[in-house]
């Protein structure tokens, strides 16, 4: 695995956490309110997944994004491999910024 591979998993992975969110929220849902309906009541665990999808394309088009600029020549990349860097954490020995593809830490 490259560490182009690497930083695009760690950019995309992250993208089915609110589908997998919605689709468990709706399972619970519907094993909670199992109960008959009354007619014209909302479908909850139904909007729970659209919910939980529409949450997923929404971050899977903010990280097409980073990476259509990281494509372009734009934004903070590694010096040493050229990936995309993560977002800024306090560290030791002050701010940083990881690098998605070799993990490499980068001051800020
Ligand atoms: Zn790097």
Not at 60 to 76: D, F, H, K, S
Request: charge should be positive.
């Amino acid at each position: 695995m490259s560490y182009v591979d690497r930083m695009c998993l760690r950019l995309m992975a992250p993208c089915l956490l609110p589908a997998l969110c919605g689709a468990l929220l709706a399972w619970s849902a519907e094993g909670l309110l199992g109960l008959p309906r009354a007619a014209g009541a909302p479908d909850l665990p139904s909007y729970l997944i659209v919910a939980g999808g529409a949450a997923s394309v929404a971050l899977y088009a903010v990280q097409a994004g980073r990476l259509l600029r990281w494509r372009r020549g734009r934004g903070a990349a590694c010096y040493v491999c050229g990936c995309l860097l993560g977002r800024a954490r306090e560290g030791r020995w002050g701010v940083y910024r990881p690098c998605l593809g070799c993990g490499k830490q980068h001051g800020v």
